[in-house]
């Protein structure tokens, strides 16, 4: 007897983990547990992957990121604020400060650099 498992409808990390022990216990082959749930069979290797080689919580634990901003130190964002406050571009400043562009405009979008006409707005 096979057990059966339910999960809430947003539940991903459930389903993940479901999904990956009907593989990974011989129940379904990829193709099968993939055209069943409507899924594609290169995201459920990558889960099986994942669960073989991190276990099967590793679903549930927060990403691993690289850690925090070691190109934004205080001292370069003191300097940004100062560009954009003086109304030099994004690119300008990434450009007069040696980072990348990338980077200036991700600390604009979360909010720890702010442009000028963003001020004038608030």
């Given amino acids: 007897m096979m057990p059966v498992f339910s999960h809430q409808e947003d539940d991903l990390d459930s389903f993940r983990t479901i999904t990956c022990q009907l593989y990974t216990n011989g129940s379904a082959g990829q193709t ?6 409507g899924i594609k069979v290169q ?3 990558r889960w099986v992957k ?4 991190k276990g099967s919580n ?6 691993e990121t690289r850690g925090n901003s070691t190109v934004l130190t205080p001292e ?3 300097k940004a604020q100062l560009l954009l406050d003086t109304g030099a571009s994004v690119s300008e400043t990434a450009r007069d400060l040696d980072i990348g562009y990338d980077t200036v405009r991700k600390a604009i979008a979360d909010g720890r650099l702010t442009k000028k006409k963003d001020r004038a707005k608030r």
């Fill in 58 to 63: 590793t679903f549930y634990r927060p990403p």
């Fill in 43 to 45: 995201a459920l290797k």
């Fill in 76 to 78: 370069v964002r003191t």
């Fill in 32 to 37: 099968q547990i993939a055209e069943a749930f």
């Fill in 50 to 53: 994942r669960f073989r080689e």
